[in-house]
């Protein structure tokens, strides 16, 4: 099946990334939050950086004015009526989840494929909220979207082959790389990168070392590009305890269990990159 027409819900970095991979792809492209305000802020991000890429002659003029030409505002849901595919990118939370995929059920057209973005949570439970689980998908993308390549795909317990078929061929389709992972809590990459981060929170709680000399062991050591402190400060301690919290309680065992130190940055507020501080201080 073709897929020409998207929705993505969720204006955020990892939505907006979504829309500008789709709509550099071609495809007419509905970027959706609940305020146009939203919206129109991450289209207006978009655009700088597709000109910052025009500078670098990474691609031409034409290419970023057929992308910016394929992003629609919307902020309502109805406008997902038309629509092949709706990627859902909002916030982490099952109930707020199953909420959309019930409204975009009965506002999508029968054969639409309804796929969500989650890091973490189980398809087959949002799929259960609509009457078409057997179209419902995970589509995890990594951030940032228009640079990583890979996207893993999560089957449902009624997802169909031909559903399946088509979102791995519309991932390979604007560029990226599928894997298909179990419908299982974390998936892959969240299942191993958050008790990687967990395990180097566990480090710092403990005095093992200091933030700067645990993120220089994995950098140096391992050659990873970031180090997972600062790296849990760019994806967001809320979301990190979020994940942690859905593995231990998924998988019932203690090895999963959020280090207190987490818990605690969390309430105070210190949640990375996006409040100003985190296991880093931000201007």
Known sequence: ???????????????????????????????????????????????????????????????????????????????????????????????????VFSTLDSVCKPEAILATNTSSLPITSIAATTKRPEKAIGMHFMNPVPVMKLVEIIRGLATTDEIYAAVKGLSE???KTPVEVRDVPGFIS????????????YCLYEGVSTVEDIDTVMKLGMNHPMGPLQLADFIGLDTVLAIMNVLHEGYADSKYRPCPLLRQYVAAGWLGKKSGRGFYTYD
Do not use: H, W
Not at 6 to 35: F, H
Not at 63 to 79: F, G
């Open 1 to 99: 099946m073709g897929i020409s027409s998207v929705m993505v819900v969720g204006a955020g970095q990892m939505g907006g990334g979504i829309a500008q991979v789709m709509a550099a792809a071609g495809r007419k492209t509905y970027l959706n939050d609940v305020s146009m305000d939203l919206v129109k802020g991450r289209l207006d991000f978009i655009e700088k950086i597709l000109e910052k890429d025009v500078g670098k002659g990474k691609i031409t003029a034409d290419v970023k004015a057929a992308t910016l030409a394929n992003l629609i505002p919307s902020a309502d849901l109805k406008d997902a009526a038309g629509c092949d595919i709706v990627i859902e990118a909002i916030v982490e939370n099952m109930d707020v989840k199953s909420k």
């Open 173 to 175: 389709e604007i560029g």
């Open 190 to 201: 969240n299942r191993v990168l958050q008790m990687m981060i967990n395990e180097a929170i």
